[in-house]
C-alpha cells in the first residue's frame, strides 16, 4: 500500500524566513497530493492540493511544487508570519473515486519566532 | 452553519467499557470518514462512507464500528476499550465534485483509555 514520509518532523524559523516541508510517497498511483494545516485544538484545514498532472501550484505566500519521477513533493512558504506556526500534514491518494482515502504524512511542526 | 460536529470534546474510559463517539455534518455531504491521530503520527484512516446504508473499512478498523443511517449522521463505536485506542479522534466528511476533494474536519474527540 501507499507509504508517505514527511520531513523534517519539527521546524524553526525566524519570522520573514522561508520553510520548506518535504514529502515523498511509495504508491507511483498517486495522483492527488493535498497539504493541511492543523492549529492547536482544531481539526486539520485543506491549506493548498495539487494533482499529478501539475509541476506546480502557487496561492499568495505558500506553493507546492510535485516531482512525479522521484516521488516526492513539497510545500514552500515564503515571508513566514508567527500565525503560520502549526503543524502541517501532506497527503497522497490516488483520487477519483478514492477521496478521502488519504495517506497521512507524520506532520511537521513548524514555529515561527517572531 | 457548522460544518462537523464531534461529541465528546474530550473522554476518559476504563478499560473493557464501551461508548460511541458522535459526528454530524450540516453540508449535506454524501462522503463521511472517522480518522485517529497518535502523537508524533499522521492521521490513520479507521472506517469512511459515501453514503447513508454504505460503510466500508479503512486503514485501522480493528476494535472499531460504525453505521450510516442518515446523510448527517456517522457515529463511531468503541467495544470493549483498550489502551492502544487512546486517541485523538477526528470525524470528517465532504462531497467531491470535478477537482474538490477536500475534507473538512470536526475538531475532535480525545479519548484516554485508562
Known amino acids: 500500500g501507499e507509504n508517505v514520509e514527511q520531513h523534517p518532523s519539527t521546524l524553526s524559523v525566524q519570522e520573514g524566513d522561508s520553510a520548506v516541508i518535504k514529502c515523498t510517497y511509495s504508491d507511483s498511483a498517486s495522483n492527488y497530493f493535498p497539504w493541511y494545516k492543523q492549529e492547536l485544538g482544531k481539526g486539520p484545514q485543506l491549506i493548498i492540493d495539487?494533482?499529478?498532472?501539475?509541476g506546480e501550484k502557487k496561492d499568495q505566500r505558500i506553493a507546492v511544487t510535485l516531482n512525479k519521477t522521484a516521488k516526492h513533493f513539497s510545500l514552500h512558504i515564503t515571508e513566514t508570519q508567527p500565525e503560520d506556526s502549526a503543524v502541517y500534514f501532506c497527503a497522497a491518494s490516488r483520487g477519483s473515486g478514492n477521496t478521502g482515502k488519504l495517506i497521512f504524512g507524520q506532520g511537521t511542526t513548524l514555529q515561527v519566532k517572531p | 452553519n457548522a460544518g462537523v460536529t464531534q461529541t465528546p470534546k474530550f473522554r476518559i474510559l476504563k478499560i473493557g467499557q464501551s461508548m460511541t463517539l458522535q459526528c454530524a455534518q450540516d453540508?449535506?455531504?454524501?462522503?463521511m470518514y472517522w480518522y485517529r491521530q497518535d502523537p508524533g503520527m499522521g492521521l490513520k484512516l479507521i472506517y469512511y462512507?459515501?453514503?447513508?446504508?454504505?460503510?466500508d473499512k479503512g486503514e485501522v478498523p480493528n476494535g472499531y464500528n460504525v453505521s450510516r443511517s442518515t446523510t448527517e449522521d456517522f457515529p463511531l463505536r468503541l467495544e470493549l476499550a483498550a489502551p492502544s485506542q487512546t486517541s485523538v479522534y477526528f470525524c470528517?466528511?465532504?462531497?467531491?465534485?470535478?477537482?474538490?476533494?477536500?475534507?473538512?474536519f470536526g475538531s475532535g474527540t480525545q479519548l484516554s483509555v485508562l
Open positions: 462512507s459515501v453514503g447513508a446504508g454504505i460503510t
Open positions: 495539487i494533482r499529478s498532472n501539475v
Open positions: 453540508m449535506n455531504h454524501n462522503y
Open positions: 470528517a466528511s465532504s462531497q467531491p465534485w470535478g477537482t474538490n476533494e477536500k475534507l473538512f
